[in-house]
């Protein structure tokens, strides 16, 4: 199993399952609302957090599409179809070596929990089988997302194993609450911003949120700019 991201946590586990027992390259694993992005709770490796991220950030992307229209969204030649279909999404994931996504939503009726991402490094489809088991797989992460959640007592927010590992620090919640009060916005938009910051600068949101914290940093109602 090649699991990184929050590899110890079941849905880390079950991403590097996928991945293994598919025969792709990565995996991710996102919570969806109809509201937003929830954030990445399972990833097999840098490059399937970095495809979760940037459809966070840009609003666009398979994932984004398989949680709206509630079924499998299957690209296997980005390189043909992703710039045109997803302007924003398309040439930075091409950018990250990726060159298939097959996204399946992860649902009860017509609630959206989140998505699995299955992605790899070369262009193709899955066959017959492999679509199968993804969605054995995709299943699967339905019913553990539950059962987790479950765990949890009424109105205490998410269980700890589906909150984004990089935005659950104690600096990224305070950062986010001074960028929420710098920009006058709200905390959900602040976040993105601090995570945009982040990919646009290759460094980690912690990096970000600490330059924040002590004042190197400051989003105002226009541009972040350093101090």
Partial sequence: MHGQLGEETLPGLLCGRCSD???????????MSE?????VVGATDATARRMEELQYMMGEGPCIDSSTGGRPVMQPDLVRTA?????????AVLETGVAAIFAFPLQVGGIRLGVLDLYRDRSGPLD????R????????????LLHLQQQTQPGSGLHPQLVDP????????????????QAA??????LLLLRARAFSSERSILDIARDVIARRLRFGSKAADDE
């Fill in 166 to 181: 990089q935005d659950y620090r104690p600096e990224v919640h305070q950062a986010t609450g001074m960028v929420s009060v």
């Fill in 35 to 39: 509201e937003d992005h929830g954030g």
């Fill in 185 to 190: 916005i709200g905390l959900t938009e602040a």
């Fill in 133 to 144: 088991d993804a969605l054995t797989y995709a299943d699967a992460a339905v019913v553990l």
């Fill in 83 to 91: 710039p045109t279909r997803w302007p924003g999404f398309g040439p």
């Fill in 21 to 31: 027992d598919v025969h792709v390259t990565g995996v991710g694993m996102a919570l």
């Fill in 128 to 131: 017959q089988a492999q679509v």
